[in-house]
């Protein structure tokens, strides 16, 4: 069944809840204004539910997978900030039509046991897995705090989506710096702290990384030069396209392997191929997977 692991949607009630705030992350009319980036014109018809679940159909979707914007930075707000945001986006994400399912995201700026209790009730609802951001996971101390979070997935059988999280204010960049500098950066780091140390902790986690993990497995030849070694193919690691189009994932593909690929938001897979892979090859890795191996147990 076609899946989509990586879209973002914001429910009426926590749209509500963000133009109603003064500090970032907020909503002026239309406008975005967060702490790390310019502000931000953002397109009415993308949060729009009847226009988002005709293009879900369109794009021959069984499971649109929706998810919080870590860029936002909610998860690290004061847990009562980040309680009313987190509350509206659950509430209104789970009540979307089909194709439409959730990942729920934590508070983590509140003490670890109180974040487990809350992603257990969000699973329980009916949360698919969950999102991090992966400014959480840059090391080894990151893995270790969220490890209890990471322990109920794995009790829950449900993956792990880690995306790129908020980005420090940087004067006088071109608007496009965020996404390709901090959020590159954040994804490579966190992947290679997940080989170090997250997979060791966690040998049955399924973990989706968004954007290729910033292209940080095309690093195994310096890593192996380094003592790193090459090390196996990850069956339980995936990796989402994001924004990335043949070149990249020809090169990734060539690293992980064909069976690791998924598409996201912008690369539906009705409309992706890969002329340099070969029409099997391109149908395989990114229309074709059988979404189990990522969400195995969540899906009909």
Known sequence: MPTD??????????????RARTAPPHLDGWILHLAGEPPYKVDPADHDIAART???????????????SSPLGIEYLPPTEATQLLTAFHDGALALPDP????????????????????????????????LPATALLNASGWDRCAPLLDVLTHHDKPLFIHPG????????????????????????????????????HPRLRVCFAALAGLAPLHGERLAARGGGRGEIDFDAFYDTSSYGTRAVDALVRAVGIDV?????????????????????AVHALRTINPARLLKGATP
């Open 100 to 131: 439409f399912g959730v990942c729920a995201s934590p508070c983590l700026s509140s003490p670890i046991p109180g974040a487990v209790e809350a992603v257990e009730q969000e699973l329980r609802r009916g949360c698919r897995g969950l999102q």
């Open 54 to 68: 005709a293009l879900a159909r369109t794009d021959g979707l069984d499971l649109a997978l929706v998810s919080l």
């Open 5 to 18: 692991v990586h879209q973002h949607f914001w429910p009426p009630e926590f749209i509500e809840v963000l």
């Open 166 to 201: 908020a980005t420090p204010p940087t004067p006088d960049v071109p608007s496009w710096w965020p996404a390709l500098v901090p959020y590159v950066e954040q994804m490579h780091a966190s992947w290679f702290a997940f080989r170090a140390f997250g997979r060791a902790r």
């Open 261 to 281: 690929i998924v598409s996201g938001s912008d690369r539906p897979y009705a409309r992706l191929t890969i002329p340099d892979l070969g029409a099997d090859a």
